[in-house]
């Protein structure tokens, strides 16, 4: 069996999605599937900067990308598209069925005017609602999460039979050497409004002026801060303390992840939540959001936490560092999302679909 498996714009650098397909392409081959990568990159925006660099992306991933996809497809079984705001390639391979991956359908609901805490402008409302539409051309789609999946179901005409869940276990293993923790927490993320990166500057602001924490700092990993978060970060009465990351290489997420003494991540939404396994893996405490899937994914492992109450989350927090890391729990809640399974799960995907 031939898979072609398509990642997301090379220059977006979004660490998940580029987490997942490679992971996904190198799991795949090591259970005897021939696949291979591609992805489209940066022709007509190569060296362009601002507004400009936006839409010739757009032409990079809509036109240029396009015949790519159409030649390249015809040779294989299967097409699997990575994320699904690529849903549009689904109508692009020709006869060769489609596996398309929803991670979150976030800013679909957005451009729908579902959530009050995301505005999207009209020429997004028209991208997203072209995902959406674009999403019925699948011929099966697998959601990374149930919250997601509902979604799916909801906002689609897909029906139940061509859809399942299989959970994202392609996490980067951040285990290593035993490691003194530090008196710092931290975050992972990027900018988009669900991650919440403004809240878990306010909540640990809130947690580093707390008695006894005066010697404690935030280190913020990820994105560079947009507007927004950069004037929250000014705003903190403790900025002198909060540190950021923009993009650090993998060991370095490695050393400060196996030193931290907990990661917040207080999103106000996720399609899954990588990050917390990821976490757990270096056996790091795990500070979240009592929402899905966050809940679901941290399990009895997590400390959960109310996003919009700042006072109530640091007090959580501080509770909970007086305590015994729950090293045991974590363990056992990395065994519940197994990489293996997933990708067997795919696997048995691809078969049933190139059928």
């Not at 757990?280 to 941290?298: D, H, I, L, N, Q």
């Not at 305590?323 to 056992?332: F, G, I, Q, S, Y």
């Amino acid at each position: 069996m031939r898979v072609l498996i398509v990642g997301g714009f090379a220059t977006d650098s979004l660490y998940s999605m580029e987490g997942y397909a490679g992971s996904l392409t190198e799991g795949v081959r090591a259970l005897g599937v021939s696949a291979d990568f591609i992805q489209p990159i940066a022709r007509a925006s190569k060296g362009v900067s601002g507004p400009l660099a936006k839409y010739l992306a757009y032409y990079d991933k809509f036109v240029i990308f396009r015949q790519e996809l159409e030649e390249k497809a015809e040779d294989y079984d299967v097409v699997h598209i990575c994320d699904q705001g690529y849903a549009m390639y689904c109508g692009w391979t020709g006869s060769t069925p489609t596996v398309l991956t929803v991670h979150d359908l976030l800013a679909v609901r957005s451009g729908l005017g579902e959530l009050d805490w995301w505005k999207t402008r009209w020429t997004g409302r028209q991208l997203q609602e072209w995902i959406r539409q674009s999403l019925n051309h699948a011929d099966f789609v697998t959601c990374v999460s149930e919250a997601t999946r509902q979604d799916l179901l909801r906002l689609t005409s897909i029906t139940e039979g061509h859809t399942s869940v299989i959970h994202n276990c392609f996490y980067k293993d951040l285990s290593s050497e035993p490691r003194k923790r530090q008196d710092f927490l931290h975050h992972i993320g990027a900018n988009q409004p669900y991650k919440n990166r403004a809240g878990a500057v306010r909540i640990a602001s809130k947690f580093l002026q707390l008695p006894g924490r005066e010697d404690w700092r935030f280190v913020m990993m990820g994105k560079a801060p947009d507007k927004t978060l950069s004037r929250v970060i000014a705003e903190s009465p403790v900025k002198d303390r909060i540190d950021v990351m923009v993009r650090p290489p993998d060991e370095e997420v490695l050393r400060v992840t196996a030193e931290s003494s907990g990661l917040l991540f207080p999103s106000i939404s996720e399609g899954f939540g990588l990050p917390i396994l990821e976490a757990m893996t270096a056996g790091c405490r795990v500070f979240t959001s009592f929402r899905e899937p966050m809940k679901t994914v941290a399990g009895n492992a997590g400390v959960l936490i109310d996003p919009s109450d700042l006072d109530e989350a640091a007090e959580i927090i501080d509770q909970a560092l007086q305590l015994p890391a729950p090293t045991e729990l974590m363990a056992n809640n990395l065994e519940r999302f197994s990489k293996e399974d997933s990708l067997r799960k795919i696997v048995e995907l691809y078969k049933a679909v190139a059928v």
